[in-house]
């Protein structure tokens, strides 16, 4: 019943955040779902304070900095290949972005999960190897949501996969430490390198758009992009919103927006 409650409290927030923020693509659901994460993480960790002594403890910190190392593979590869693709992209949209889910996904997959998992254990014998499972799989599994937004299935299975790899490896970083902040700097760290892309792999038949200009004196004032279709191209949309004010008509239409769909 508690976390109930507390579930509904944070959902009525971060909706009435989400009215007060500047709508700038999704700008206003990321920043409410970061301030609402930090809220629910304050709110779990002082419910279960007896318990949780090193969840944001700096105890531990040198060593799950060391344990993450690993998921630099994944945050240098993101990096390079936009870049060498020609496709680097990286401003504040892209920090929030990335930022969200990082808190997000390690609060509830890590911090919630996890550390209820590890209280049942306790009493009920649970085996170690069954928690690790029960927290890094559901969170592989939620990316292939993006299936149902539009997004490429043999992609989203593969990034599924990924998830698989990496959550096992944050839940094995917090097993060992009980330090969840290191585990959410680098997800969050992965997930922004991995936006510098700005849509990942979208192309024209995953999604649709609508492009509306304010122009005045051939150059444009206002960018509206909405879109429909793959959730990558929502984080395309929020980068062309920001970069085509300012341009001449003629150098909107050389301007790369990463996504094709766009």
Do not use: W
């Not at 693709?85 to 919630?112: K, M, Q, W």
């Not at 254990?121 to 599994?141: C, E, Q, T």
């Not at 700097?185 to 892309?197: E, Q």
Request: charge should be neutral; charged fraction near 10%.
């Amino acid at each position: 019943l508690d976390y109930i409650i507390i579930a509904t409290f944070i959902f009525i927030l971060k909706s009435i955040l989400e009215l007060f923020l500047p709508s700038v693509a999704n700008l206003p659901s990321s920043v409410a779902t970061i301030v609402v994460s930090i809220i629910f993480l304050v709110i779990y960790i002082r419910y279960m304070r007896d318990r949780l002594q090193n969840l944001i403890s700096t105890k531990n910190f040198k060593l799950a900095l060391i344990l993450v190392i690993p998921s630099l593979v994944i945050i240098i590869g993101n990096l390079v290949s936009n870049y060498i693709d020609g496709h680097f992209v990286f401003n504040y949209l892209v920090v929030i972005s990335g930022l969200a889910p990082g808190i997000t996904e390690e609060v509830v997959f890590r911090g919630f999960i996890v550390s209820n998992l590890m209280r049942i254990r306790k009493n009920k014998n649970l085996s170690i190897y069954l928690i690790v499972v029960l927290s890094a799989v559901p969170f592989g599994l939620l990316h292939l949501a993006n299936i149902v937004m539009g997004a490429d299935i043999p992609y989203s299975i593969v990034q599924a996969f990924f998830a698989i790899c990496i959550g096992i490896l944050f839940v094995a970083v917090y097993l060992r430490t009980g330090n969840l902040i290191v585990p959410i700097i680098a997800h969050a760290i992965t997930d922004i390198s991995g936006l510098t892309h700005g849509c990942g792999c979208c192309a024209p038949q995953q999604g649709t758009c609508k492009l509306t200009l304010n122009v005045k004196d051939g150059v444009i004032q206002e960018a509206l992009v909405e879109t429909i279709g793959c959730s990558g191209m929502t984080h395309s949309a929020a980068m062309a919103a920001e970069i085509l004010p300012g341009k001449t008509l003629l150098e909107a239409l050389n301007t790369d927006l990463v996504c094709d769909a766009i």
